[in-house]
């Protein structure tokens, strides 16, 4: 299935790098979402995008920064992380954030690990 | 009260069982109801929308009570492959409020040969 990808699937870094986690969905939706899912946690709603624009920011600190050139696309900039943040961090898009289908399809994830 | 509640299990049945999973959620003005599946390590995938009036897909069932506040997911026959984590989605209430689904931790279900 490629209807939402995620680059790169696995991530180390260490907590003074930079790095950006990439989105893309070929569904021809209009909202898109950053997800965080920890072990044992369910998963906690980060960002919100609707057609380009920021919606929703779940309290999530300033070393994550999401940034959404266009409907098909998402990032999520990281810098100085802490271990903590080590998890599996998912995308999804949906076909517009107040339509009538919420559903939620989910990329593959990207594993990040912060030494 | 959590937003959306879930037993965490982990369900163990022998293949050919039938099993029922239940998920509580908070907010009465919620629209829309989902089941998805995750495999370890995998990400989540849609299993079915939850209508309601209720709505099947070969063996599985979903249910919405909504003056109780659950869904139910309802597995028929299991097989080893159902074998997985099963979370429940609800989606925030009106037209400007919170929409974006809020997931239940999960529920294991491990069926056994």
């Known amino acids: 299935e490629t209807g939402v990808t995620q680059t790169p699937r696995h991530l180390v870094m260490g907590m003074t790098n930079k790095k950006s986690l990439k989105c893309e969905q070929h569904l021809g939706h209009n909202a898109m979402y950053w997800y965080k899912q920890s072990a044992k946690k369910p998963l906690e709603l980060m960002f919100v995008y609707n057609f380009k624009e920021q919606t929703e920011n779940n309290s999530v600190p300033s070393r994550f920064s999401p940034e959404c050139p266009n409907s098909s696309h998402l990032f999520l900039h990281l810098h100085t992380l802490q271990p903590e943040d080590s998890a599996l961090y998912l995308c999804?898009?949906?076909?517009?954030?107040?339509?009538?289908?919420?559903?939620?399809?989910f990329g593959p994830g990207t594993r990040l690990t912060v030494l | 009260r959590k937003e959306v509640e879930q037993d965490p299990g982990p369900f163990n049945v022998p293949e050919g069982a039938t099993v029922a999973f239940n998920c509580t959620y908070s907010n009465s003005a919620s629209q829309s109801f989902f089941w998805y599946r995750q495999d370890c390590r995998k990400e989540p995938k849609l299993l079915m929308s939850?209508?309601?009036s209720g709505n099947e897909d070969g063996r599985f069932t979903a249910q919405l009570n909504r003056a109780s506040q659950y869904i139910s997911l309802l597995i028929r026959d299991s097989k080893l492959s159902d074998s997985a984590t099963y979370l429940c989605a609800v989606n925030g209430p009106g037209d400007t409020g919170r929409r974006a689904l809020t997931f239940g931790s999960g529920t294991r279900l491990q069926v056994q040969p």
């Open positions: 999804a898009s949906s076909q517009d954030r107040w339509g009538t289908s919420d559903t939620q399809y």
């Open positions: 939850v209508y309601s």
